[in-house]
């Protein structure tokens, strides 16, 4: 625990605490909507965002917001309109954002290896204390977000037809969860990478839905499954010199496969407890 005394330990703490509970407040509706994969495409699009800011020498991380959203949103857009499907504007999105990314970062005065491996797979340590109130302001606006708008997110990503005809704003929510997810990638970049931002919004729902039932308590328990494995990965990391955006992923996995476990044990021994019982026959013939 003597690294805590360090400001930049402190520091990556701070931020991996902020990300690890906005990600899976917003995961869990991307997740039921079957979005778990937009992550990684916008976090190739917030490539091209670092790849703009280290060319202009501004901040990566704002610059990164920026095209991100403006990526997300074009995505939405041309989701909505019907005449690309989901598929096909995540594949665009992928393919464009890691192209520009690369070509960007290489044209800038900062192209060697470390400067783009830093946002392709995380470096907390190396956050400044700019990239901490970013980071937090970024992060609590996407948490109250999340938590404001619950009911209404929640009916659109279970049905967006009935959402629409209870006179929901759709579009408006739908812009909504895109911008709050390229935010939250972006953000997220500098805890788990651009590579495996994904994970820290996906994994922890994953986990918290196989020991809960309703949607409130899965985003808690996912919330609490997130905000463990990132505090707990950047000590970790610090303790045993690895990278804290891949422990933490594999302290999130380590979860999943513990509440798995627990979940099936929790099941088999409730069946043995309730009795079998045997529905009546539909038809009974006397003789």
């Given at each position: 625990?003597?690294l805590?005394t360090?400001?930049?330990?402190?520091r990556?703490?701070a931020?991996?605490?902020?990300?690890?509970?906005?990600?899976?407040?917003l995961?869990?509706?991307?997740?039921q909507?079957r979005?778990?994969l937009?992550?990684?495409?916008i976090?190739?699009?917030?490539l091209?965002?670092?790849?703009?800011?280290l060319?202009?020498h501004?901040?990566?991380?704002?610059?990164?917001?920026?095209?991100?959203?403006a990526g997300?949103v074009?995505?939405?857009?041309?989701?909505?309109?019907?005449r690309?499907?989901g598929?096909?504007?995540?594949?665009l999105?992928?393919?464009?954002?890691?192209a520009?990314?690369?070509?960007?970062?290489g044209?800038?005065?900062d192209?060697?290896?470390a400067?783009l491996?830093?946002y392709?797979?995380?470096?907390?340590?190396?956050?400044?204390?700019?990239d901490?109130?970013?980071?937090?302001?970024?992060?609590?606006?996407?948490?109250?977000?999340?938590?404001?708008?619950?009911?209404?997110?929640?009916?659109?990503?279970?049905?967006?037809?009935?959402?629409r005809v209870?006179?929901?704003?759709?579009?408006?929510?739908?812009l909504?969860?895109?911008?709050?997810t390229?935010?939250?990638?972006?953000?997220?970049?500098?805890?788990?990478?651009?590579?495996?931002v994904?994970?820290?919004?996906v994994?922890?729902?994953?986990a918290?839905?196989?020991?809960?039932?309703g949607f409130?308590?899965?985003?808690?328990?996912?919330?609490?499954?997130g905000?463990c494995?990132?505090?707990a990965?950047?000590?970790l990391?610090?303790?045993?010199?690895?990278?804290?955006?891949?422990?933490?992923?594999?302290?999130?996995?380590?979860?999943?496969?513990?509440?798995?476990?627990?979940?099936?044990?929790?099941?088999?021994?409730?069946?043995?407890?309730?009795?079998?019982?045997?529905?009546?026959?539909?038809?009974?013939?006397?003789?």
């Amino acid at each position: 625990m003597d690294l805590l005394t360090y400001p930049f330990m402190l520091r990556a703490l701070a931020g991996a605490l902020i990300i690890g509970l906005a990600a899976p407040a917003l995961g869990i509706y991307l997740v039921q909507r079957r979005l778990s994969l937009i992550g990684d495409g916008i976090g190739h699009v917030a490539l091209t965002g670092v790849g703009v800011g280290l060319l202009t020498h501004q901040s990566p991380v704002l610059t990164a917001v920026l095209v991100s959203v403006a990526g997300a949103v074009a995505v939405e857009l041309v989701r909505e309109r019907g005449r690309t499907s989901g598929d096909l504007a995540l594949a665009l999105l992928f393919y464009g954002g890691i192209a520009g990314g690369v070509v960007l970062v290489g044209l800038s005065d900062d192209s060697s290896n470390a400067s783009l491996m830093q946002y392709l797979f995380g470096s907390l340590i190396t956050t400044s204390p700019q990239d901490i109130a970013v980071i937090a302001g970024l992060g609590v606006a996407v948490l109250v977000a999340m938590l404001l708008f619950r009911p209404a997110l929640f009916a659109l990503c279970n049905d967006e037809e009935y959402a629409r005809v209870s006179g929901l704003p759709v579009r408006t929510l739908n812009l909504l969860l895109a911008v709050t997810t390229a935010v939250t990638v972006t953000i997220a970049m500098r805890t788990v990478g651009l590579l495996l931002v994904s994970a820290l919004m996906v994994v922890p729902v994953a986990a918290a839905q196989q020991v809960t039932r309703g949607f409130r308590s899965t985003m808690a328990v996912a919330m609490l499954i997130g905000i463990c494995a990132a505090g707990a990965g950047v000590v970790l990391s610090g303790q045993i010199d690895t990278a804290p955006g891949a422990t933490t992923v594999l302290l999130a996995l380590a979860a999943f496969l513990i509440t798995t476990a627990a979940g099936a044990l929790w099941q088999r021994r409730r069946r043995a407890a309730t009795p079998a019982q045997v529905e009546p026959p539909d038809v009974v013939i006397h003789a």
